[in-house]
């Protein structure tokens, strides 16, 4: 049988994953590839930390030019994280004649189109599935399987830390800080959370996946993103009472101005697929012009799935499928058509808004005459006198009809300043 | 830009959303391929009959030797049904060095071994991912994007017909007849609805399912099957009662004893991902080994999601992925090490049993001592005095724990004779 060399760059849980499989499993990637898959290298920078999997005799190594050199070495997995060296390998790989597969969303989001036009270049491919949604097939998806479809829009529960942290904030009505603490005790969350509950981790992720369905090439600093850290378990049961639950979305979505990307928590109606996806679980979401909607759901990341994913690309690159893809998709090239962006604000959507309150009566007039003026109208209101604080604050929550972001934006900042209204505490987006 | 030429033979709905596709969007499939899909031929049995697209001038005929002869057409969607004449005709395709697209489920569950060994022998290619769920792509996530997985198990919603009618019932409390009567209405059930409703459209595409997922090579027919026609209302009422839902399941669970194919309907725990598909929509839930579970769900028929799958596989085998997926998956073919099939009635699973009783503490210990006699232990009994007939006729529930369906069929045949006994009335697996 023939075979195809490979070597692993970096040997975190999800290298050690992707070694598992291809040393433990090499039977099953024989029978989908038609070729064994060899491990010939795994280069480390501390040849000393234990790995999880036991590497056979001369594979572990500490110098990368060991790759470089290994001509039978026809495909990487370079798995590691952040820009730098991470980039600066990949070039390199791919210079000396390697097809690269990688799991590195940051760098992807950041550098994509550098790298996807050198790789083009140089007539090598590079792979990416493990880099978002971690087990489940999006990539695949949206750029072979539902390639006869426009997307029309696209929406995804992409970071499992956040999933898990509202999910539970849903359940058990407990605070922000508290589930956070118990989702880093259980593994769930990082002892340094920050890219992943500011929303940058889910925000990287949606920048490649619009490219792929959008040919948007956009710089995901500039998506608008708020993430789950400012979320109160007031407004959890207020969602719960309204028939609604709180997850962070990712959203992109091709309208008549062009198109609009945002990350923030929603509400999502019960019963919608996206609203009962629970615990870790990533989910997205894809509406096609042809196929309609279709829903995809699954582990985002963990050593199993990640692997998972990184193997079959190295299956499809062994194969020769993704230089086809690659080639035929011309991904992040210059030449392909692409869709423009909606002005900033522009997203329509009805809005979930809760105001801390001291004297209902007469501020109620004043909210529904700001949203007024701003063209905004008023779907339902919720006010109960059992929410009654301590300070005579109450929330009262306004569920709007249709509007843009920016007509929100102006109708709070008129009642900012509103003595008798204490705070404008929260608003939310409810997907459609 | 490069041409591939295609054409299309048999123009009913599917065929003429395929039509669509390549006629109104061929900018689409050009920027996916790399090149443009150019529809040369049409070809129908009657010249005269309206196909809701319009053709360009010398594009639709009823001559196939028109596909034969031109050179210049290397794939051909064949979208007939039945097996004769669409097996000759694939056969005359692929030996006229066509590489075919087809959704003919029926066709590829009986003869799919022999059409693929001689599409291999001849260095072509058959595309199918049409064939199961619609819309949903199934077919490739199966066998290109999970390929690092040993599948241990898959569960499908696979008849859209067969879900919009046990949705409604179970939302309804209607009656099957009334509920087929109003699908027909609507247009989700064929005026012969005899295939979708008996189980037969979803265990030919189990059967496929099963051989990309476990190279298991079963004849359809010999997979146990039953359809949704003896589903009552009142085993709705209970499965509501008892917290579940009653889907069609096709199921598919490697076991120790080899792999276990059923169709059925089956209780599914409310709150899992297959208990909340509605109406007409198809889903699978694959589980790997590596990724852990996957679920897809989707439109399941359909002309435009339908054609939406048809017009990927056009993509794939344009750019030639699907020739080589076709050669190293070695798709059907006698090399491949193969599941070996569990004996018959060797699925473990808990059941849900309901006996219509004239007695009911007589009857209970003699239904008690009969499962005990046959190693089924008891998880929990339902007797509502409520329910009563005029004729002192009570229905009674049991959920059992795990156990065999052959322990169950054999306490049911002890119990058939006991004469307090009216009927045991259904038997329905609990899905795990």
Known sequence: MEKTGVAIVGMGTVGAGVARLLLEHGDRTARHAGRTLWLNHAVVRDLKKPRGVELPEGVLTDDLQRVIDDESVSVVVQLIGGIEPAKSIMLRLLESGKDVVTANKALLAQHGPELFDRARELGRSIAFEASVAGGIPIVANISQCLSANQIQSLRGILNGTCNFIVSKMDAEGASYKATLGEAQKL????????????GTDATQKLAILSHLAFGARVDWSEIPRRGIGRLKSVDFRYATH????????ALAKLTDEGLVLDVSPMLVKVGKPLAEVRDNYNAVSVVGDAVGPVFFQGQGAGQMP????????????????????????????????????????????????????????????QIAGALGKNGISIGSVYQHDADLSDEGIVPVVIVTKETTQASVGAALAELASVEAIDSVAEQLKILD
Chains 1, 2 share one sequence.
């Open 187 to 198: 593994g769930y969350a990082e002892a340094d959370p920050g890219m992943d509950v500011d």
């Open 306 to 365: 990640t692997a998972s994913a990184v193997v079959a690309d190295l299956i499809d690159t062994a194969v020769g499928r993704t230089a086809i893809t690659f080639r035929t998709l011309e991904l992040w090239s210059e030449g392909r058509d692409r869709a423009g962006m909606a002005p900033r604000g522009s997203l329509v959507s009805r809005y979930y808004l809760r105001f801390d309150v001291q004297d209902v009566p007469k501020v109620l007039s």
């Open 242 to 249: 309204l028939g609604y639950r709180i997850k962070l979305i």
